[in-house]
T-cell receptor, first 113, second 112 residues
């Protein structure tokens, strides 16, 4: 068990560019979550997957954001036409089943210039 | 929806003393309360959690207490050490609600 991994760890981009982040959950965890954390705040829920199905999306997830989890393994989070307000830490977590502990990855820190 | 408030926002204690962080929640349906520790540049790491069928849980120097009637729960760290310095977050959720609602965090500094 190597834990949740995320790539890249840091991303700097210019406003208007598209970015994509990847998350690899703990093996055999069928639930995968995305959170966003801004400076000085706690993580805020964005969306989650049960296997390959995206079951809930927060209203924080604008139509510029899209998440996928093909084959129920790794997940990607894409942000199109980035804005400066998108600058944050994007955290991925996974759990074995509903109600179980969510284990977080190290996050991807996005800076939009 | 659930709202979690956390106090204090910053806390400094002498090494060896105890630290207490308190959280209140609004949704009486919440029944799972984890605590995470986040070090600079890292993701949150679970340190202890408690479910609503118990009032207290202890793991070595760390303990969590839950008062369901008052809807608050607390983290207690005894015999603090420099490596306890970090930001601590409480969270709340309930079975079937997949998202965790986090507090705003407490920056704990242990003074050697």
């Amino acid at each position: 068990d190597t834990g949740v991994s995320q790539d890249p760890r840091h991303k700097i981009t210019k406003r208007g560019q598209n970015v994509t982040f990847r998350c690899d959950p703990i093996s055999e965890h069928n639930r995968l979550y995305w959170y966003r954390q801004t400076l000085g705040q706690g993580p805020e829920f964005l969306t989650y997957f049960q296997n390959e199905a995206q079951l809930e999306k927060s209203r924080l997830l604008s139509n510029r954001f899209s998440a996928e989890r093909p084959k129920g393994s790794f997940s990607t989070l894409e942000i199109q036409r980035t804005e400066q307000g998108d600058s944050a830490m994007y955290l991925c977590a996974s759990s074995h089943s509903s109600g179980d502990t969510q284990y977080f990855g190290p996050g991807t820190r996005l800076t939009v210039l | 929806g659930e709202n979690v408030e956390q106090h204090p926002s910053t806390l400094s204690v002498q090494e060896g003393d105890s630290a207490v962080i308190k959280c209140t929640y609004s949704d009486s349906a919440s029944n799972y309360f984890p605590w995470y520790k986040q070090e600079l540049g890292k993701g949150p790491q679970l340190i202890i959690d408690i479910r609503s069928n118990v009032g207290e849980k202890k793991d070595q120097r760390i303990a969590v207490t839950l008062n369901k009637t008052a809807k608050h729960f607390s983290l207690h760290i005894t015999e603090t050490q420099p490596e306890d310095s970090a930001v601590y977050f409480c969270a709340a959720t309930y079975f079937g609600n997949e998202k965790l609602t986090f507090g705003t965090g407490t920056r704990l500094t242990i003074i050697p």
